[in-house]
């Protein structure tokens, strides 16, 4: 039995194996349309979620499986006390596969050491998220042929943005060796990831204090969120709030074929003109979410292409 | 000069570095009800001044604990009142139990069935543990 906790808890070739049979889905979805058939997953949502858990929803019912489960710990029995370990054994009789999101960090691995079924990760806290990796990494793959080769920029906040951490750390195990940094001084990459990549990958880190400086370079541009919360005052965040806002003045010498990513949900730092920008793939990329963790489910279960011969 | 009897069956943690006796004292032998004693800056060519704890009738102590406080401490195990075993603290690679998670979001801190077990990740002048679950680092600090 396999679990989804971290990104590393895969294989290189299984992650591109996952992405692979990803795309297949996407181009025929119809022949894997019954693989899961009888089939159930648990979707425990400790902590509200918009496309993760819809996403999960979505993709089990095109395997033709089905979903149960709670969008908010207030309708579980987490609100009188049970402890996440007797939760998760219990929904071993009542499900195939668990898919969960917990606020605490390191829950879903908690979880794994006490489940009989497969337990994937939709997200605890700022730690961990590696089904977004998953369709990020589907995502390059689908625009630009391949997983790696290409120069990559990442905006926004680097301090706390865990699907960026996630991205990173799994493009450098496939073998990037340069990304751009675009962030304010008090959102930049931690210094433990920024040790570990440059120790562990001999990965070269280019800090840029603006967009501008970098976007006209790179073939992948990948934005995230800046949340107001994360700043001392309200005069900080205003200040460079729209240093931080890709806009389509800002695109107008970047290359044609560059994409620009972001994991959604997005706020005001991609101007809504951008959208029809042919470059911004970012609501393709939450299409392409479902087709990844649909082959993520067929691993896990083992059904369709993953089915023991 | 003060004196005090060697004891028969036990443990003397020696060569603890001067002030940090009374805080192992504090971290593992308050809810013992074997006689204890701690000695304080008593004279050492090694050290100067060091700390010494005797405890009767115990055998087993929490080496990773000791390890991460002071590393040149010695534990001695006495046996009819002769030396059975010397024991010589390192920094420990892996610490389960003892330590908690520096991370206020780790699941450690609200579900019992989660124990962290800590990885020495550096300890070039500080000792970086990563925690199991977070994977969050934590500086020891006794």
Known sequence: MRHLIEPEDFSLEEIEKVVDIGLEIYEN??????????????????EPSTRTKFSFDSAMMRLGGNVIGFADADTSSAKKGESLADTIRVMGYYADVIVMRHPKEGAPKLASQYSSIPVINGGDGGHQHPTQTLTDLITIKKYKGTISGHSIAFCGDLKYGRTVHSLIRTLARFGTKKFALVSPEELRLPETLKRQLVDKYQVELIEVPYMEDIIDEVDIFYMTRIQK??????????????????????????????????PLPRVNEIAYDVDDDQRAVYFEQSEMGVFVRMALIAKLLEVGPYARS | MLEVKGIENGIVIDHIHAGNGLKIFNLLFTDTEQPVVLLMNVKSELLGRKDIIKVENVFNVNLDLLGLIDQKITVNVIKDGRLAEKIITSVPKTIKGGMKCHNPRCITHSDDYAIPVFTLVKANGKLEYECSYCEEITVYKL
């Open chain 1, 29 to 46: 979805p119809k022949a894997f349309n019954k693989i899961c058939d009888g089939k159930i997953l648990a979707s425990l949502f400790f």
């Open chain 1, 229 to 262: 919360e994360r700043f001392f005052n309200e005069a900080d965040y205003l200040k460079l709030k729209n240093s931080f806002k890709l806009t389509r003045e800002k695109l107008k010498n970047a290359k044609p074929d560059m994409i620009i990513m972001h």
